[in-house]
């Protein structure tokens, strides 16, 4: 069969095609293999993931193994954020590929989603995954929004990043502020980490927390020796008041001697140990330390723990009292429009977790709203800027920073759940 689409020499036997027909040539074939895309990728690519009737945005979650809980409940809030929802009359369509919280397995997710056109990514979970992404992102011009981690490198990071939660310092600093108000020495302050950017993330929260404090120079420069090591190199135990674990792993003896070690060094104990992980791992951590050790540390976490996870872990090892976590969010029984929504329409999903991926749709809608009824990824990202957002009574302030909240609550674990404590209730564990 002949090429419908070749030169007619039939009509101009003796003559070269002309300028007009080489260009009317090229013209039809750019359409048949694909477009204008084909030969001007990075004109198009601004708008990928939008239509007249579908807005579609992605997420990399761990929704397979070890801390497939964060990633399941976030993924959980967001769909239920957004379910339903129209803005300037398109949907939102949220499609969601899983990494298992291993980041070359990120880096292929975040490659396919961007092949299949996102206009943005929301509520991806975990710091070594982001740090891999991002990069990414940036290169695309993707906004990255509402993630899952309270890293410094989203803060403010490269490319168009708008970030909810409080970061990491900011949750480890109001743990460690209580502890030194009860008397507890800056060398009584010790770490236990995953080892990698995540846990790194928080030795920079212990560093920042006790900065200007009398007698922390020497804790610091130790601390900063820990930090600077590349996340390649386990080298990271015996070093100062800080243990680490292998990511995706429950190896914690090391750390644990680790901390055991620092105890001897410095010839005092440690009074309180922030962990910074996931919930396999500082459940274990804490099992081993707490029940098998008996060690009297007082036992700190952060949010991206995981509040509903680390409790059922908990309970294997019944494990009941005197562990405190931080979260970013309002109480579980809040009386806020927000939370109050977010109860209703995950039923019993609801959690921390959940609600924490609930106010990341929420607020991905409220800005995409802003942005017009032609929305482009810059509008998007201008749209946030410089703005406050009332979200059901949570107040998102982005007048100076990409960081639209600085909200850090302290639980206690009692008995069987984490209950709402005040700070100077931290403060009596440490004078009991």
Not at 4 to 33: A, D, E, G, H, Q
Request: proline share 5%; charged share 20%; with cysteine.
């Amino acid at each position: 069969m002949k090429n419908r689409f070749c030169f007619p020499k039939v009509l101009y036997p003796n003559r070269v095609p002309s300028r007009w027909w080489m260009l009317s040539y090229l013209l039809v074939m750019i359409l048949l293999t694909g477009g204008p895309s084909a030969i001007m990728p990075n004109a198009l690519a601004q708008d990928q993931g939008i239509d007249k009737t579908t807005l579609r945005i992605g997420g990399v979650m761990a929704l397979e193994g070890p801390a497939m809980g964060l990633g399941q409940n976030m993924k959980a809030g967001i769909d239920a954020a957004i379910k339903g929802v129209s803005i300037q009359g398109r949907n939102i369509e949220f499609s969601v590929l899983n990494d298992s919280y291993n980041p070359p397995d990120t880096i292929k997710a975040t490659k396919e989603l961007i092949r299949e056109g996102i206009f943005a990514m929301v509520g991806n979970v975990g710091t070594p995954t982001a740090k891999v992404s991002l990069p990414i992102l940036a290169e695309q011009k993707i906004p990255a929004v509402g993630f899952f981690t309270g890293a410094d490198l989203l803060r403010p990071g490269v490319g168009a990043i708008i970030n909810y939660r409080a970061s990491y310092a900011q949750e480890i600093a109001t743990v460690i502020k209580a502890a030194l108000q009860a008397g507890v020495k800056p060398r009584q302050i010790c770490a236990f980490v995953q080892n990698d950017s995540y846990g790194m993330a928080g030795v920079t929260g212990v560093i920042m927390a006790l900065d200007k404090q009398p007698e922390a120079a020497e804790i610091i420069a130790k601390l900063k020796q820990i930090r600077a090591i590349p996340d390649e190199d386990p080298a990271r135990n015996n070093i100062g008041p800080v243990g680490v674990y292998p990511r995706n792993t429950v190896l914690v003896r090391d750390g644990y001697k680790s901390l055991k070690q620092w105890e001897e060094t410095s010839h005092d104990h440690c009074r309180l140990v922030v962990t910074v992980g996931a919930y396999k791992p500082i459940a274990n951590f804490m099992a081993y330390a707490r029940k098998l050790k008996q060690e009297p540390w007082i036992i700190s976490a952060v949010s991206f723990t995981g509040a509903e996870s680390l409790r059922d872990e908990f309970r294997e090892f019944d494990i009941r009292d005197n562990i405190i976590m931080t979260q970013v969010v309002p109480a579980l029984d809040s009386s806020l429009p927000i939370v109050e929504n977010a109860r209703k329409a995950l039923g019993d999903q609801f959690g921390y977790n959940s609600l924490e991926g609930y106010i990341v749709g929420k607020m991905f809608l409220a800005i995409l709203d802003k942005a017009g009824s032609t929305p482009t990824r810059e509008r998007f990202i201008e749209a946030a800027r410089g703005q406050k957002f009332d979200l059901g009574g949570l107040t998102l302030d982005f007048t100076d920073s990409n960081q639209g909240s600085d909200f850090v609550l302290l639980t206690l674990l009692q008995g069987q759940d984490f209950k709402v404590i005040k700070s100077n209730y931290v403060e009596k564990l440490f004078t009991q």
